[in-house]
């Protein structure tokens, strides 16, 4: 099936899935390329400094590092989703350069996405590897890094995890709705996603479920406890840092 001009396939799947087409941005906003700016240009708002600082004022964070992990997270689940379920209903992708995604830093959660223009790539799993994980989680990695030193076993770990979130949810829907041929596809994708270089050390996969290696640092937001994937079973106590990988 050829990509549509307003990605309709993707909306059943909910706020995750859907990506939002050129004709629905109602002001201007910035555009990850800019988000990844590292340094940003003097003169220019920093939108990934302010997302990070809305999302630690929301949860209270007490270190903006954690609030930029969620961040990190947040944005990494949004962009699998479309890549993957694209992939799955469509059989391909649309170019997802970030230079064509605007983003509102200031919207809630999922992050809102707008796409400039609908552009058809191939749905292999190195495009896929390409567009996300070289197209954006790495530069997103490189510019939390430089302004909060997050360690990157703790980045990679959430990329690996939003992945796997993304796949399990996508399946989910694919089987409840009789498409047992997309979730096969999508799992199948994200088995050979996972054999990248930075993502197949960051947890272990078991059917749909996915236990990761390193910790998002959300125990440490007041009420936060571990998530459902977390290497800890538990919040720890005593130390004041989780392992990051």
Request: glycine share 10%; charged share 20%.
């Amino acid at each position: 099936m050829d990509l549509d001009p307003d990605l309709a396939a993707l909306r059943p799947l909910g706020g995750f899935f859907v990506l939002r087409t050129a004709g629905e941005v109602l002001r201007p906003l910035p555009t990850l390329a800019q988000a990844y700016g590292n340094p940003v240009p003097a003169g220019q708002a920093d939108p990934l400094a302010f997302r990070v600082r809305k999302v630690a004022d929301t949860l209270h964070a007490p270190e903006l590092r954690i609030a930029a992990s969620v961040a990190q997270q947040g944005l990494a689940a949004r962009l699998w989703s479309v890549a993957l379920g694209c992939a799955a209903l469509y059989g391909h992708l649309p170019d997802l350069d970030p230079r064509l995604l605007r983003w509102d830093p200031d919207g809630s959660a999922p992050d809102d996405l707008w796409l400039t223009e609908v552009r058809p790539l191939p749905a292999d799993p190195a495009t896929l590897t390409d567009t996300v994980v070289h197209g954006h989680l790495e530069p997103l990695a490189a510019a939390l890094n430089a302004r909060h030193r997050i360690a990157a076993g703790l980045l990679w770990g959430n990329a690996g995890s939003a992945l796997a979130g993304a796949a399990r949810q996508f399946e989910q829907w694919a089987r409840a709705h009789g498409r047992t041929d997309a979730a096969a596809h999508a799992h199948a994708l994200t088995a050979q996603l996972f054999t990248h270089p930075l993502l197949v050390g960051t947890g272990t996969r078991t059917g749909t479920a996915f236990r990761r290696r390193s910790c998002c640092l959300y125990y440490r937001v007041p009420g936060g406890g571990v998530c459902g994937d977390c290497c800890f079973t538990r919040a720890p106590r005593s130390s004041p840092r989780a392992p990051s990988g």
